[in-house]
């Protein structure tokens, strides 16, 4: 049996693997050892590999910012946070559903996570939502919709994890990514604002700007999390290693010693909350550095760039193909797996038609973030589905709104490399 087969077997099995509920990371484990064994690639660099791949101190950053936002829902400062955004916007037509939107873009600002941003609003604004009248379907999709931006607006997990296997500086990735991230805000708080005016949903109040500075005074922890992150990152005083740190440090005596919400036998959950994640993602990371060399033995980089230039080669065409890559593929995987496996294949081929690399990294998880309220997969559905105790094909027709508009943003950030790569020159 010639090594193509071999392959292309192995690839049906693990398929099939994925399919029937394995772990990611196992079926990739096993795809590599059966493809290793066709390709005659030595199993006994595999681990050292695998170990050579995470050693990597850039890398401490992903548990330090996934810990910092079970600590931000611990010490209640999300829920102040979401609390000003509700005084702020509550005026408006639709304005609790276009708050629990602006609420996930401040929640986002620190903890990095679509999960963790959809779970967290989700339990504090979905029964406000509720209680003013709001669809039960279309307030829990607004809140699974809220939640993409959670790996787009800085700091963000899979930014970290897009830096270090293609090797950009995740500074610069992160501040690539804020006007996107407020772009996505903003079109899903039209969509909000339109479908409440439309149907008749939710209440208006009188703006009170006494309200509103009441609620930003009180959820000043909030805002100077944000600060610590964003500033000391592109200040140059932190690398994004140590502004995680100095986020955990900060949010452990906020929640300690100033709202006074976690408690020491609190601790240990929290830790071991984020370290489950944390173990979820380490091993998919590893295992990427191991997929880009079995990629680079087998030709699958110069093989995708054929098909790719099979319709046209152009600037424009190439990056379309790559873009429609991404959706699909994010319709049926997380964002973690779609980086590992997609991100060294298409990288270069965007580069070769002059795509710059940081744009491309902004456009690519854009992308993939969108694949978060996309059946059959849909993530951020299944967590407001939890969340809400509402059947998961309710959300479906709901979200398509949210949807439509988050791909024309999309496209916009694929046509015009300034909105990812402007306040990239002042860093």
Not at 49 to 61: D, H, R, S
Not at 264 to 282: C, D, E, F, K
């Amino acid at each position: 049996m010639d090594t193509t087969t071999l392959v292309i077997l192995a690839s049906i099995g693990g398929t099939v693997l994925f399919l029937i509920g394995v772990p990611v990371f196992l079926v990739l484990g096993l795809w590599i050892v059966m493809a290793s064994n066709a390709i005659g690639f030595t199993l006994s660099n595999i681990p050292t590999t695998l170990f050579e791949g995470i050693n990597f101190f850039g890398l401490l950053a992903l548990p330090l910012f996934i810990l910092t936002g079970d600590m931000i829902s611990a010490a209640g400062i999300a829920r102040r946070l979401t609390d000003f955004s509700r005084a702020a916007l509550s005026w408006l037509s639709g304005g609790m559903a276009i708050s629990t939107l602006g609420a996930c873009g401040l929640f986002a600002a620190i903890s990095g996570s679509n999960a963790a941003t959809t779970a967290t609003i989700g339990k504090i604004m979905y029964p406000q939502l509720v209680d003013e009248n709001y669809d039960k379907r279309f307030a829990a999709a607004t809140i699974a919709a809220g939640g993409v931006v959670g790996i787009i607006i800085p700091p963000s997990v899979i930014f970290i994890v897009y830096g270090f296997i293609m090797n950009l500086p995740i500074g610069t990735l992160f501040i690539a990514g804020l006007l996107p991230g407020i772009l996505m805000v903003i079109a899903m708080q039209m969509v909000a604002l339109y479908m409440a005016w439309r149907n008749g949903w939710g209440m208006t109040f009188a703006f009170s700007l006494k309200k509103t500075l009441i609620a930003g005074a009180k959820a000043y922890l909030g805002f100077l999390a944000i600060f610590i992150v964003l500033f000391g990152i592109y200040s140059g005083i932190f690398s994004p290693t140590e502004a995680a740190a100095m986020t955990v440090g900060y949010c452990f005596v906020a929640g300690t010693f100033v709202t006074r919400e976690i408690k020491l036998r609190q601790v240990p959950s929290i830790l071991m909350s984020s370290g489950q994640i944390t173990g979820l993602l380490a091993p998919l990371i590893a295992i990427s550095i191991v997929m880009q060399q079995m990629f680079s033995l087998m030709g699958a980089e110069q093989a995708i760039r054929d098909f790719v230039m099979s319709f046209g080669g152009g600037y424009a065409v190439t990056l379309a193909v790559c873009m429609a890559i991404v959706l699909i593929t994010g319709t049926i995987l997380e964002s973690l797996p779609v980086t590992v496996i997609l991100a060294p294949v298409l990288a270069p081929l965007a580069a070769h038609v002059g795509v710059d690399p940081v744009h491309f990294a902004v456009i690519f998880l854009v992308g993939a973030s969108i694949g978060f309220i996309t059946p059959p997969y849909g993530l951020n559905l299944y967590v407001a589905s939890s969340v809400t105790s509402l059947p998961y094909l309710q959300l479906v027709r709901f979200v398509v709104p949210y949807f439509v508009a988050l791909v024309l943003v999309w496209a916009l950030v694929a046509a015009f490399p300034v909105l990812s790569l402007w306040l990239t020159q002042f860093m």
